[in-house]
C-alpha cells in the first residue's frame, strides 16, 4: 500500500500572480489619473474607478495578452519549491472564465513556475478539488471544499474573519513546511 503526499490547491490570481497591479498599469495608462494602490479593506478594484472606467476594467481582463505578464506575488516561486518537497503541488484556476487567459496563464506558469509539470495544472470553472489544503483569495472556492481553507489576502478579502488567513507566501511557508 502506498502512501501519497498530502494534496495542495493553489489559485493563481491574486495568490501567485498580480493581476491588480497590471489594472492599476492599464488604467493609468488610458486614463492618465492616478489610482491608489491602496485599496480599502472590502472593496473590488472596480468600486475605485469612476463610473465610466468600471466597464474597461472588464476589456483588460478579457484582452489577450493580459495575463501572460503579470507580476509574481512575492517569495511565492521560492515556498512552492519547497512545498513540492513535501506535497503535492496543483495549481487551480478558474480560468475558464476568461478563455483568452489559457494560454497566457499556461506561459506565465511555464516562465516563472517551470518546476510544476502540466499533469499539476488545472484550468477550470468550479474548483472542484480533492486535495487536503486549499490556497485561494476567494471564499467562493473554499464553498463544498472539505479540506484546510488558506484564505490568502487581497483588498476584497481584508473584511472576512472566519477563514485561516494567510498574508504572504512566507507566512505560507510557516504554517505548511
Known sequence: MSTRKPRIAVDMDEV??????KFIKLYNRDYNVPLDLKIAPGN?????V??????????YINEKGFFRDLDVIPDAVEVMKE????YEVFIVSAAMEFPNSLQDKQEWLAEHFPFIGWQHIMFCGYKIVNTDIMIDDRI????????????????HNMLLTDYERVNTWKEVAEKLL
Open 44 to 48: 473590488e478594484i472596480g468600486m475605485h
Open 140 to 155: 467562493k472556492n473554499f464553498v463544498d471544499y472539505d479540506g484546510r481553507k488558506l484564505l490568502f489576502t487581497s483588498p
Open 50 to 59: 469612476p463610473e465610466h472606467a468600471k466597464l474597461k476594467l472588464r476589456e
Open 16 to 21: 501567485l500572480a498580480d493581476p491588480l497591479a
Open 83 to 86: 512545498l513540492q518537497k513535501k
